[in-house]
Every structure is written in C-alpha cells, then in structure tokens.
C-alpha cells in the first residue's frame, strides 16, 4: 500500500518527522511509506495553480498516485504550520489529488495537548470543498503524542515509548482498512 507522508516541520531534528520515519521503518512489510519534500514547494500563487511550477506538478502526483496519505504535524500558535497549509492549498486548486483520497493525521509535541488544537483545525481544512479528503474518522484513533522529550530516542530518533507504539499500531491497522475500503476498484471490462 502506497502512502504518502507530509510532514508539517521543517526542522532536523524534528518530533513529527521522527514519527514519519518510526512509520517508515515500524510498518515497512505493510506499507511504504514516502516521505515528500514540502520544503521545496514555493508559496501559493493563484496566477500559477492551473499550471504550477514542475516542483508542484511533482509533489501532487505523488499525492495522487498514493493509496493514502498520513499527515504528521506539530502544532504551531494553536493551528497547523504555514508551511503545511502552502503544500494543501496547491493540493486544492487546479487537480484537486485529495478528493476522497484516505487521510490519516497524527502530531507530535513537547507540550501537555499533543497537538490537539492543530489537528481539530487540519480536519477542518481536510474537509473543505477544495481537499474534501476522506479523514479516518476521530473516536479512538487521535494520534497525539504529548511529552514527546520522554517518548523519543534522538539518538534512533524513533518513537520507542511501548504504549505509544501499542497504540499506533492499533490506528495504523484501522487505517489501512479504511484505505482498503475507499480505494477505488479500476473497472475491469
Ligand atoms: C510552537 N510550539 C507549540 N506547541 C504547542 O503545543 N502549541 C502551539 O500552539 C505551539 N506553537 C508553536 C509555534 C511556533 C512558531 C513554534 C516554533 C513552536 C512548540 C512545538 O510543539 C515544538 O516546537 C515542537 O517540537 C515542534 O515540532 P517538531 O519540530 O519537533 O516536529
């Protein structure tokens, strides 16, 4: 199963691209999970969304060509980062890759909240009518890791606190039958 990963820090040593490489490694047999290049996407420019820059064209047909996508964010001022917002806004003009694509969100923080503001803002705007993602829905599945200084390893700069890890292999294995249930079957003639 193909997935693509957006994560919304842009820091080295970021929690949340820990988390997409605890991913990355912790589900390999299952899924593959690529982690894309929001960086390199230039800001946002209406004149430019029906034929955006080669770099843009790129990053959304990854986005298209996956069978979902887990977006694993920080929260930043109680919302979700400017630089996150960028790569979904160039998502929802033009080819609109998130309709009904299979969303999974989850974050990181050193904070008590675990991102919780910002991921309530992101499934606001995940289901707006340009992006209208299909989201996994909340009810046990909130992937928020709070105290994430006593939750990684920055040496492996991996997740390893066990309940954590317990948890999200229970969303993880949700998730990817949700993906199994909204993929869209080619037709066979
Ligand atoms: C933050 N941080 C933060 N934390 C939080 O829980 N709620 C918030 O609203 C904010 N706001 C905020 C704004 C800005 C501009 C920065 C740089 C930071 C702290 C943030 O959670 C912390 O820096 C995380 O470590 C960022 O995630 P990464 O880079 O570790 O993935």
Known sequence: MKIATLVGSLRQNSYNLQLALTLQERYKDKLDVDILDIRSLPHFDQDKELDPPDVVQRFKAAIAEADGVIIVTPEYNWSVPG?????????????????GKPVLTMGATPGM????????????????PGIQAKVLPPGGNEVLVNMAMNKFDPEQRRLVDEATLTFLDG???????????????????
């Open 171 to 189: 969303v993880v294995e949700k998730f990817i039958a949700f993906v199994q249930e909204h993929t869209v079957q080619p037709v066979r003639a």
């Open 113 to 128: 909240l675990g991102t919780v503001r910002a991921q309530l803002h992101l499934r606001e705007i995940l289901s707006s």
């Open 83 to 99: 630089v996150l917002k960028n790569a979904l806004d160039w998502c929802s003009r033009g080819e609109r890759v998130f309709v």
